[in-house]
Structure formats: C-alpha cells, structure tokens
C-alpha cells in the first residue's frame, strides 16, 4: 500500500495550498482519511480526518474554517485544502488511513509533503 502526498510549497501568510494524497489501498472507501502534521521540535499533531462515504468531517481547532478536507473515492485519493495559511501551519503534513473514524488508530501512511509559510 502506497499513500503519496504531494502539493507542498513555500508560500505567504494569507495564501492558499491544496494539498493530495494518492493511495493504492483497495477498497479506499471503506477507509477513514486523515491530515496529520510534524513540525521541528514537535509532537505530530491531528489536523483533520473524513469519514469513508465522506459525510462526517473533524479538525483540529486551529485549522477550523480555514482547512477542508474532501475526498474523491473513484480516485482513491483525499485532499486538504489550506487557507489563509499562518507560519504556525508550517510542517511536515501527513495523509493515513483508519479502519475506524473514532478510533485513532490509522494504519498506512504516507510519506509527508513539507508546507512552509513566511510571514
């Protein structure tokens, strides 16, 4: 199983990213997708998940109204889309797929795309 994230980027503070995560997993839509991010010194932290069908969403607060998370299950494939981005959302951002919205435990993950942003 392969998750790829790509459509990092060195942007401004106010800017926009659209962020992708292409998986092999089969039966992807029985799969819960997740947004994690790492920045230097830190704890990964949570940043959004959606549900398999794509009807329930969550996201960490900081990212509230700012961040949407959606997915394109013909595609096998699940987006993060970052607005009016801070230099606090600087980071390695991370895709994974759980068995389970509720639980935390995801399964695969994907290799990170880097996000940073100048003020």
């Known amino acids: 199983v392969q998750l790829q994230a790509s459509g990092g980027g060195l942007v401004q503070a106010g800017d926009s990213l659209r962020l992708s995560c292409a998986t092999t997993i089969r039966h992807f839509e029985a799969y819960t997708m997740g947004w994690f991010r790492q920045s230097p010194g830190k704890e990964r932290e949570f940043v959004a998940k959606?549900?398999?069908?794509?009807?329930?969403?969550d996201y960490v607060d900081s990212v509230k109204g700012r961040f949407t998370i959606s997915r394109d299950n013909a595609k096998n494939t699940v987006y993060l889309q970052m607005n009016s981005l801070k230099p606090e959302d600087t980071a390695v951002y991370f895709c994974?797929?759980?068995?389970?919205?509720?639980?935390?435990?995801?399964?695969?993950w994907g290799q990170g795309t880097q996000v940073t942003v100048s003020s």
């Open positions: 959606i549900s398999r069908g794509g009807g329930s969403t």
């Open positions: 994974a797929a759980s068995a389970s919205y509720y639980k935390g435990t995801y399964k695969w």
